[in-house]
Every structure is written in C-alpha cells, then in structure tokens.
C-alpha cells in the first residue's frame, strides 16, 4: 500500500524584486506624460482607426494547486483492472509579482462620445518553476510561463469637460501554466505527463485614457484575470499513478501605457 507524507516547508515562489531606480524613472516618465496632457491646445477626442501600444504592467499572480486524490495500480494489474485508490490532499501555492513589459494592437471607433475598441496583446515577463515532495518516491514541478496573449474588448464614454476616456474591459488570455509529476527513488527516476491548466483565462478591467497631442495618448488600466480547472498528472514506475488536481489561477494587473493612433 502506498504511503503518502504531508509536505514540509513548502516555499513559495520568490517574487523578483524591482530596482528602485526603474520605478522611480518609469513613474517620472509617466507622471510629465499626464502632466503634458494638460495642455488646452492637445484636448480633444483619441482619434479613431488603428493604433500600436507599449506599456508596463505591475502583475501579481496566485496560483494553487490541490493534489487531492490519487488513482494507482501496480503491474501486473494494469492487465486485470485492479486499481486502488487513495486521498493525498496536498494544497501547493505559487505567488510571484514582476514588472513585465507589453505590447498592443488595437482598432477603436466613436460613436458620439460611446467608444468601442478591440486590442490584442503580447506580454513579456519571466518563467517561474517550483519543486515540492509529495510523496516518498514521487515530487511536482509547478511551471508558469512569463510569455502570454490575450484579446480584449473595450467599451467607454469621453467626457468633454475632463478630456478623458473611461472605458471597461473583458476578454481572455492564453498561458502556459503545467504541473508535472516524477517518479525518483534515488537511483531510478522518470518524468511524468504535463497538465496543462485550462485556457483561456477570463479578464475583466477599467482604464483611462488621455490623449497628449495629435496622434499620441497615454493610459492606466487595472485588470483581474482568473480561472478554475480539474485535470489529472499522470506518471508511471512499476506501475501507473493519476492524481486528480484542482487547480485556481488568479492574477491582478496594473498597467501603465502610450499609445500611438495610426
């Protein structure tokens, strides 16, 4: 009968500390951005069409992963159906926060002062891995990619009297979040399956937009991405291990941005 061991000491992911001199030249540059676009003779409306973005997002993800029940069966009872079952119940966290930079494509129109627009976007940060014991014999590789896309829709009003545009966001976003399960016993070890947590993930958000001059704005955005998966991480050693997961992803963004309108 397999025995299993509560994990001991499980470390979170350690979170990449940011210079203080980038954060205070990124919030300077952005701060004489909004302060230029006080300028009377540049307010009026973000002009409409297609438009090329860059912009610095502060995100903070948690991730949990939930072992929680584990089907096995040692050879030769692959043959004969016999298998057996057991609960594990090991809870892993990941949490992480990095600067990562991003870039956007979008088209946008007006309706009177209603805007509507559509954006695409590629963020680039930093891969995360993370190695726990969930067993004697067995150990869990949780990976979070730093690469991912999205497609996001945006709905908003302009008001003339702030020269400012205040819009919603919802959308979705790919990336790769795995969970892999080994077998090492100190002299023999084998490398399980990937499972891959469920995409797209769903975002929802609000922005500000101002334009600075002709075809250049800036903007500030705050986003919530989430989502909640089941799958099962499957390994072989002298016989086959599938442990059921639960997996929750949730991640907070907050976004610093130009815009040039094309």
């Not at 061991?5 to 979170?15: A, L, N, Q, S």
């Not at 958000?205 to 250049?216: A, D, P």
Request: with cysteine; proline share 3%; glycine share 10%.
């Amino acid at each position: 009968m397999i025995k299993w061991h509560k994990i001991e000491g499980f470390e979170k992911v350690r979170c990449v500390s940011v210079k203080n001199r980038l954060s205070q030249i990124t919030l300077l540059y952005f701060a004489l951005l909004l302060s230029y676009a006080q300028n009377p003779s540049c307010a009026k409306n973000p002009p409409s069409g297609s438009s090329i973005g860059f912009n610095l997002a502060y995100d903070c993800l948690y991730v949990k992963h939930g072992l929680y029940h584990c089907d096995y069966t040692v050879f030769p009872d692959p043959w004969t159906g016999l298998w057996k079952k057991v609960n594990t119940n090991e809870l892993f966290k990941q949490k992480c926060c990095n600067i990562n930079p991003a870039i956007s494509f979008g088209y946008s129109f007006f309706k009177n002062n209603w805007y509507f627009g559509a954006v695409g976007e590629l963020s680039f940060g930093k891969s995360h891995k993370k190695l726990a014991t969930i067993g004697p014999y067995f150990n869990a590789i949780f990976s979070t990619s730093g690469f991912s896309g999205g497609i996001r829709a945006m709905g908003g009003y302009y008001f003339n009297d702030i020269n400012t545009l205040i819009y919603g966001i919802a959308g979705m976003k790919w990336r790769n979040i795995e969970t892999q399960v080994n077998y090492d016993d100190g002299v023999v070890s084998f490398f399980g399956s990937k499972e891959k947590l469920a995409c797209p993930l769903f975002v929802i958000g609000t922005g500000v937009e101002r334009l600075i001059c002709e075809k250049l704005s800036v903007f500030a955005e705050y986003e919530y991405t989430w989502r909640n998966s089941k799958g099962t991480a499957e390994t072989k050693r002298f016989g086959i291990y599938k442990f059921k997961m639960k997996e929750h992803f949730r991640e907070h963004s907050f976004r610093l941005g130009v815009k040039y309108h094309i």
